[in-house]
């Protein structure tokens, strides 16, 4: 291994997702770092260094964003980087806050994600309009759920997927975040497949109860070198793998039934953690669902399913969480039970396979045995796939 | 209020904008700061918990200690320019007609202070550097920074 140290997670802690929270992006990340430490019974002064996450400062409305926040994500008087890669910012963060680590130059790091899309109005989806071109798309005031719509129907009609099978993805994540403490009001519940398929058409084929909400909040997580864990005897969640790959940045290039993004992520991450079959290596994962196909989509990049292959697991409940056989995925209930303040959702994913693999998933925990997990995010330009792999 | 874009194409070139807009939540320390001058005209410093310093502007967190605050209390006595500026043009690059006069302004045994203009001066020349000010409040108060109209030269 060419890094110089191994990375342990000592801790995470996650605000509850709201809708419009009261709290400033600096309150709110204050709120996750401190329960981070409390939750890693460490103080800020076993704190190296710090990396700030936080998607399109446009949501939050303040230029600059992970560092007018950075006091509240006690950065104050410590090395401080920002890490952004939009959506995928959450996972990208870990791994940055990773590299602090495995480089040898720091002994312990603070990862804090903060996100306050409440901010924008009168909808945030304004603010994905200028990601766009702005010769080509922006006149047409294209939004994100317009470039999703597309990539579902070319991933439902490539596979001959039944919208039922999305339905089944968005009760399953749905009833799954009824159990997870920072579920954002309203989002989580016991959906029937009728009042998904039945609910509002945003942009066909994407429906209201098949996507993930505007959310405001924030997550964290201490990472520390095998050195400082040694010194404190004890026996941590480590860092396996780490990921990140990113297809062209013109969505018109991409074929959109498959995330080659992800797929090469994947591959780096397995290869570093030395995992060469994933499906029987991978024993609990947390694709990002933004949209209900997305898992799927993205079950597929991580090769955990072939082509295809990811809605047929469905309907055999292959991706539940109380699968003896299958491989669990997103027992958090992810962006579409629990919530999706961007930057702090991916963070969540990461903090949801930590908490698995220490069995400390309270109501969440799988039943099956979990001792390697996987957390996945995307965003960007939608080009963007990050992943880390965690073991105990 | 919308965020359609308004976009002017020619060959060549297009006029756009970003067309985002905001509602900020003041945030809890923010509430208590900005109702405190609203409703009684006074300027609410925190404490931390553990070192006991006191912050203005108030956070419910220590960024030194990183824990809460605990105590809030008005700060008390004079206040002092700590450094001051003369602004000659506007935020789009007008002349101003008049110069402004901005300062940080803090109080003793509190750390950090706040910005805000200086009026009330008999001359620009008034304006130095340790010159004791006081708030000059605004009848109607809405709960923000403007509450304050400006700081004055304070009366012996």
Redesign the interface.
């Known amino acids: 291994m060419p890094y110089k140290n191994r990375v342990a997670v000592l801790g995470a802690g996650l605000t509850r997702f709201m809708r419009?929270?009261?709290?400033?992006p600096?309150?709110l990340a204050?709120q996750a770092?401190?329960a981070a430490?409390r939750d890693a019974s460490l103080?800020?002064s076993d704190v190296d260094c710090v990396v700030g996450i936080t998607a399109p400062d446009?949501f939050d409305?303040v230029h600059m964003n992970a560092e007018y926040f950075a006091?509240?994500a006690?950065a104050?008087?410590k090395p401080y980087m920002r890490s952004y890669v939009g959506g995928g910012s959450g996972v990208f963060g870990v791994i940055n806050g990773w590299y602090h680590v495995a480089s040898g130059d720091f002994d312990t790091c603070l990862v804090v994600a903060e996100e306050k899309m409440?901010?924008?109005?009168?909808?945030p989806?304004?603010?994905f309009?200028?990601i766009y071109d702005?010769?080509l798309e922006?006149?047409l005031?294209v939004n994100l759920l317009w470039i999703f719509a597309l990539e579902m129907n070319r991933y439902m009609s490539a596979h001959g997927v039944p919208m039922e099978t999305f339905a089944q993805v968005a009760r399953k994540n749905k009833l799954n975040g009824m159990d997870h403490p920072s579920s954002q009001s309203g989002i989580s519940g016991d959906f029937s497949i009728e009042e998904i398929m039945d609910s509002e058409v945003m942009a066909w084929p994407v429906q209201r109860l098949m996507v993930s909400p505007v959310s405001d909040g924030a997550g964290a997580m201490l990472l520390a070198s095998e050195e400082f864990v040694k010194k404190r005897g004890l026996d941590p969640v480590w860092i396996e793998g780490v990921g990140w790959n990113l297809d062209t940045s013109y969505w018109t290039n991409r074929d959109l039934y498959y995330p080659r993004y992800l797929e090469k992520a994947a591959l780096m991450a397995y290869d570093m953690a030395g995992v060469t079959d994933p499906r029987k290596e991978i024993h609990v994962v947390e694709p990002y669902d933004p949209f209900a196909y997305k898992e799927l989509h993205h079950l597929e990049g991580l090769q955990l399913a072939d082509k295809g292959q990811a809605p047929r697991l469905v309907e055999k409940g292959f991706w539940d969480r109380d699968t003896l056989a299958g491989i669990p995925a997103t027992p958090s209930g992810g962006l579409i039970g629990v919530g999706n303040p961007i930057a702090a959702a991916g963070m969540m994913k990461v903090a949801e396979i930590y908490w698995q693999l220490e069995g400390r998933a309270g109501k969440r925990q799988v039943r099956r045995e979990a001792r390697r997990g996987l957390a996945q995010a995307w965003g960007d330009l939608m080009q963007v796939g990050t992943v880390v792999i965690l073991g105990k | 209020m919308s965020t359609q874009p308004h976009y002017s194409t020619a060959p060549g070139k297009a006029l756009g904008n970003i067309p985002i807009h905001h509602r900020y939540t003041v945030g809890v320390a923010g509430e208590r700061f900005f109702k405190a001058m609203r409703d009684r005209k006074v300027i609410l410093a925190a404490a931390c918990s553990s070192c006991r310093q006191r912050f203005l502007p108030p956070k419910i967190y220590c960024e030194i200690c990183f824990v809460e605050t605990g105590d809030w209390s008005p700060v008390e006595g004079p206040a002092r320019v700590k450094s001051f500026t003369l602004l000659h043009r506007s935020l789009d690059e007008e002349p101003l007609t008049q110069p402004v006069a901005v300062a940080l302004i803090v109080w003793d045994g509190v750390r950090g202070g706040i910005l805000h203009r200086v009026g009330g001066l008999e001359d620009p020349s008034q304006l130095k550097t340790g010159l004791l000010v006081e708030p000059c409040w605004a009848d109607e108060r809405a709960g923000g920074v403007n509450d304050i109209r400006f700081f004055a030269p304070a009366n012996p």
Not at chain 1, 20 to 24: D, G, N, P, S, V
Request: glycine share 16%.
């Open positions: 419009r929270a009261l709290e400033t600096k309150e204050f770092a401190s430490l103080t800020i446009a409305g006091d509240g006690g104050r008087g409440s901010s924008a109005l009168p909808h989806q304004g603010a309009n200028a702005q010769f922006r006149p005031g």
